[in-house]
């Protein structure tokens, strides 16, 4: 599992010289860790928040990435293997999302 924070700060709520960023961003923090507080590992699974500046906009997210799911180097071999044989179109499509389930998450 990998929790992802992503925050642009090229918006008026952090560029604002009257306004310290640090404030705003440990606002934004604060706000997410009351909100995930006492979460256990499993309801966290998927989780997605929009994170919001002063103002109401959106600059960011907190994502936490599902764990990957295991697909055994044997299953990989049947499925690439269909994956070429395959009759339809379907099948084939089937098999390549078997076989993309076994890469890691990129964000």
Do not use: C, W
């Not at 606002?27 to 929009?50: E, P, V, Y």
């Not at 697909?71 to 379907?90: G, H």
């Amino acid at each position: 599992m990998k929790f992802v924070l992503e925050i642009d700060s090229e918006n008026a709520a952090l560029s604002d010289a009257d306004y310290p960023v640090g404030d705003e961003l440990a606002r934004m923090l604060h706000a997410l860790a009351n909100q995930i507080n006492g979460s256990d590992l499993g309801s966290l699974d998927g989780f997605q928040q929009r994170l919001r500046d002063t103002n109401g906009n959106v600059v960011g997210k907190a994502t936490v990435l599902p764990q990957a799911v295991h697909v055994p180097t044997e299953a990989l071999s049947i499925v690439q293997e269909i994956a070429e044989k395959a009759p339809s179109d379907a099948l084939r499509q089937l098999a390549d999302l078997a076989f993309e389930a076994r890469k890691p998450y990129q964000y």
